[in-house]
């Protein structure tokens, strides 16, 4: 997979994870104000965020250290690009694995 796909999928995974923090955000906001539990879609869409989020942006909450300003999208970027990297090496690996140097077949013709 080239640079440019793993680009994409690291843009892509960066909205979904920042697009679904502001919702998950908005929806809790709206039900602390009611005083109701979580409805089953809110809740998938947190197990949804909870897996976009591993490991760095979970790590990144769980510590002490604070992202001030803009630099508070760092987690969610290197997270991003993390998420990429590991898709397109398992892509490479299971379809579009390098043939053995060691068993090279003989093109002569008999």
Known sequence: MSRRITLVIAILH???SVALTATTYAL????????????????I????L????????????ASRVRFPG???YLP???NSL?????ISWIY???WHPKPDAGLQLDNRTS
Do not use: H, K, N, Y
């Open 45 to 48: 869409i947190e197990v949804c």
């Open 76 to 78: 969610f970027i290197v």
């Open 92 to 94: 490479r690996v299971i």
């Open 14 to 16: 960066l909205v979904v």
């Open 82 to 86: 993390l998420w990429a990297t590991a």
């Open 28 to 43: 809790s906001m709206d039900r602390f104000d009611a005083d109701a539990p979580p409805t089953p879609a809110e809740r």
């Open 50 to 61: 909870q897996v976009l989020c591993f490991p760095i942006v979970r790590w990144a909450m």
């Open 70 to 72: 803009l630099i508070g």
